[in-house]
């Protein structure tokens, strides 16, 4: 018996790592966003210009903005971004990392200019998955 909570508290640390991978954060609070509030190697994504709205953070991606973060859906909502990893990253306009992508530069902070309000999925760019971007 004592085996068997030990797995299953095993298996909860695992699934919340693994979640955590996903997506790292959301500020919940629209009013004090700011492009300060960007940590050191992540992806962050704003609602609006410049760099304010609804804000998240990511170290992978999400492959379906639809799903709520911290409450707030940011399907189709993100103008701006900031690339503050050592990577490439693409934007989709579909989910599951489908459709017309944008390429978005490491170090890159700013206006998603045609992806404004477009974007549906995410992801660092890594071959050869993500040839489309």
């Not at 709205?53 to 940011?74: C, E």
């Not at 690339?83 to 489908?98: E, H, I």
């Amino acid at each position: 018996m004592r085996t068997s909570k030990l797995r299953r508290a095993t298996l909860a640390g695992l699934l919340s790592v693994a979640v955590a991978g996903t997506l790292l954060a959301a500020a919940p609070n629209a009013a004090s966003a700011s492009a300060s509030q960007c940590p050191a190697s992540y992806f962050c994504v704003w609602e609006h210009s410049p760099f304010t709205g609804r804000f998240a953070y990511f170290s992978i991606g999400s492959d379906d903005l639809r799903r709520p973060i911290g409450g707030f859906v940011f399907d189709n909502k993100i103008t701006d971004v900031w690339n503050r990893t050592n990577q490439l990253w693409c934007l989709f306009d579909g989910t599951n990392y489908l459709g017309p992508a944008k390429r978005i530069a490491a170090g890159y902070k700013g206006y998603t200019f045609e992806f404004n309000d477009r974007t549906s999925s995410l992801h660092y760019y890594y071959a050869p998955r993500f040839m489309t971007c």
